[in-house]
Nanobody, 120 residues
Framework: QVQLVESGGGLVQAGGSLRLSCAAS????????MAWFRQAPGKEREFVAS????????FYADSVKGRFTISRDNAKNTVYLQMNSLEPEDTAVYYC?????????????WGQGTQVTVSS
């Protein structure tokens, strides 16, 4: 069974930085796409960033481009989200997600989420 476990959330002041981690287990992730989503209170879940497990090509939402960096350590089966220049609008529960292929329609594996709160 694929399992994704997020960590690294917390409280930070605006302008600060935080690094989230997603520990992935249960199978070989070759060909998978890993991603971060977030959901703020009263808002829809939104895409943040994604990375191909093999090759490492990335894609970012416009709202975080230039501030956030997604990366992965294949040897450690871990995906990271480095968040810089954080803004109060970044406050949300952040979820790690995975799908089997770049052509897969949905992300079918999800972590429990980690809370990120940015104070003004």
């Amino acid at each position: 069974q694929v399992q994704l476990v997020e960590s690294g959330g917390g409280l930070v002041q605006a302008g600060g930085s935080l690094r989230l981690s997603c520990a992935a287990s249960g199978r070989t992730f070759s060909g998978y796409v890993m991603a971060w989503f977030r959901q703020a209170p009263g808002k829809e879940r939104e895409f943040v960033a994604s990375i191909r497990w093999s090759g490492g090509r990335t894609f970012y939402a416009d709202s975080v481009k230039g501030r956030f960096t997604i990366s992965r350590d294949n040897a450690k089966n871990t995906v990271y989200l480095q968040m810089n220049s954080l803004e109060p609008e970044d406050t949300a529960v952040y979820y790690c997600a995975a799908k089997p292929s770049i052509v897969s329609v949905t992300y079918n594996y999800w972590g429990q989420g980690t809370q990120v709160t940015v104070s003004s």
